[in-house]
């Protein structure tokens, strides 16, 4: 069992940056991939980024390449979502999720935080 906690959400302008973190709860953390997701309203829920139990392998959504940057420390039980250049397009519920292995599959991830709002103005 993983309980799931995001921080760091906000109201931001266009052209600025926010930093998501999610922490977890548990000592099994470690083995397991986490990505963070989003969904806007009227959406369906969309994979951002994905990284695996060791930090070696990424996985990122095409439309946030070089501007969205995903770590973990294993150590804090923590995964980081580092978001620069951020546009109204990237307004939306940001959630963590983890998952056995990597993937960009919503439905591989068997747990969820409880979300963070993220918006950014023009």
């Known amino acids: 069992q993983v309980q799931l906690v995001e921080s760091g959400g906000g109201l931001v302008q266009a052209g600025g940056s926010l930093r998501l973190s999610c922490a977890a709860s548990g000592r099994t953390f470690s083995r397991y991939a986490m990505g963070w997701f989003r969904q806007a309203p009227g959406k369906e829920r969309e994979v951002v980024v994905a990284?695996?139990?060791?930090?070696?392998?990424?996985s990122y959504e095409d439309s946030v390449k070089g501007r969205f940057t995903i770590s973990r420390d294993n150590a804090k039980n923590t995964v980081y979502l580092q978001m620069n250049s951020l546009t109204p397009e990237d307004t939306a519920v940001y959630y963590c999720a983890a998952a056995p292995v990597l993937s960009r599959n919503v439905n591989e991830y068997h747990y969820w935080g409880q979300g963070a709002q993220v918006t950014v103005s023009s």
């Open positions: 990284i695996n139990w060791s930090g070696g392998m990424t």
